[in-house]
C-alpha cells in the first residue's frame, strides 16, 4: 500500500469528480462554476495522476519493491549472508548503499537515460513474471558492467590505491578486465540455500 | 453540454479510482496497471471536458 497522503489525495479527487458530477448542471450556468468545473475535472485529476506517477516511479526504485516478487526473495535474502566477498551483502551490511534502493542502486545503469532503461528492464521482469514464464536460473540481460561499480569507486581511495586493484586500473577503467573477475560473487546464493546469515548470530 | 461534461467525470473519475485501487494493493502489477489505464482515462476525461467546451463555444460564436 502506497503511503497515507497519497491515499488521501486520490480518494479526496475522486469525491470532488462525484460532486461536480453531480452539480455540473448548475456549475456550468454560471462563470465561476464553469471555473470549478476546469479546475475540478481538468487541472485536478491531471495534477493527481502526474503526482501519483512519478511517486509511483520512485517507490519502484525501492528495495522491498524490487523483492515483492517471489522468485527474488533469495536475492533478497542473500543480503544478510555471512560473507565479507559476496558483493551484495558487504554493500549492504555495511551501508556502502542505501539500504532502501539497495537493488537500485547497483543494478541501475548511470549512464544518460540509465533510470529509463532501468524502468524498462523493469517491465520485462513483470513481463517475465506474469506472461513468458521465470527463468529457472535468474541472470542479468547483460554482462555487468564496470561503470555501474566506477560510479562510486572511481576515485575511492581505497580503491586507487588498492594494491591488488593498482597493476589493473587502466583495464577496470576502460571495461577491458570485469571487476567481477576477482569479485565472483556478487549474490550468495548456496549461503542463502545453506542459512548462513550474519544476523542469525 | 451538461451531459457531455459528466461524461468526461465519468470517465476521469473512473481513471482516479483505478489509481486509487493500486495505490491501495501496490504491486509491480498494479503500478503497471495504474500507469496503463488509470492515467489514460484521467486524460481521456480531460480531452473530452476540454472538447465539451470547445464545442459549447463554438456554438455561442465565442471562438
Redesign the interface.
Known amino acids: 500500500?502506497?503511503p497515507s497522503s497519497?491515499?488521501i489525495a486520490?480518494?479526496a479527487?475522486?469525491a470532488i469528480?462525484?460532486l461536480?458530477?453531480l452539480g455540473?448542471?448548475v456549475l456550468?450556468g454560471n462563470t465561476v462554476g464553469r471555473v470549478v468545473?476546469?479546475v475540478g475535472?481538468?487541472a485536478l485529476?491531471?495534477l493527481?495522476?502526474v503526482a501519483?506517477?512519478s511517486y509511483?516511479v520512485h517507490?519502484?526504485s525501492r528495495t522491498h519493491?524490487c523483492l515483492?516478487?517471489h522468485e527474488m526473495k533469495d536475492h533478497g535474502k542473500s543480503l544478510f549472508v555471512d560473507s565479507k566477498q559476496a558483493l551484495a551483502a558487504f554493500h549492504y551490511q555495511n551501508r556502502l548503499v542505501d539500504r532502501e534502493t539497495v537493488c537500485y542502486s547497483c543494478h541501475k545503469d548511470y549512464a544518460m537515460f540509465g533510470d529509463v532503461r532501468a524502468k524498462l528492464n523493469?517491465?520485462r521482469?513483470?513481463w517475465a513474471?506474469?506472461v513468458a514464464g521465470i527463468p529457472k536460473k535468474i541472470e542479468l540481460y547483460q554482462p555487468y558492467r564496470n561503470s555501474n561499480c566506477l560510479h562510486c569507486h572511481d576515485d575511492a581511495r581505497s580503491f586507487v590505491e588498492g594494491v591488488a586493484h593498482k597493476p589493473v586500473l587502466a583495464a577496470l577503467t576502460s571495461g577491458s578486465m570485469s571487476c567481477l573477475a576477482c569479485h565472483r560473487i556478487a549474490h550468495d546464493l548456496a549461503k542463502v540455500e545453506a542459512g548462513d546469515f550474519w544476523q542469525a548470530r | 453540454?451538461?451531459r457531455k461534461?459528466?461524461r468526461?467525470?465519468?470517465v476521469?473519475?473512473a481513471?482516479?479510482?483505478v489509481?486509487?485501487a493500486a495505490?491501495?494493493?501496490?504491486?509491480?502489477?498494479t503500478?503497471?496497471v495504474?500507469?496503463v489505464v488509470?492515467?489514460p482515462l484521467?486524460?481521456a476525461?480531460?480531452v473530452m471536458?476540454?472538447a465539451a467546451?470547445w464545442r459549447n463555444m463554438k456554438e455561442k460564436g465565442a471562438v
Not at chain 2, 23 to 29: F, G, R, S
Open positions: 500500500m502506497l497519497v491515499i486520490l480518494a479527487g475522486v469528480i462525484a461536480l458530477f455540473a448542471g456550468s468545473l476546469l475535472l481538468l485529476p491531471l493527481l495522476s501519483n506517477f509511483g517507490e519502484s519493491f515483492s516478487c523493469g517491465l521482469h513483470v513474471h506474469y | 453540454m451538461t461534461i459528466r468526461a467525470a465519468v476521469g473519475g481513471g482516479l479510482c489509481q486509487l495505490a491501495l494493493h501496490w504491486t509491480p502489477a503500478f503497471i495504474s500507469a488509470g492515467a484521467v486524460i476525461g480531460a471536458f476540454l467546451v
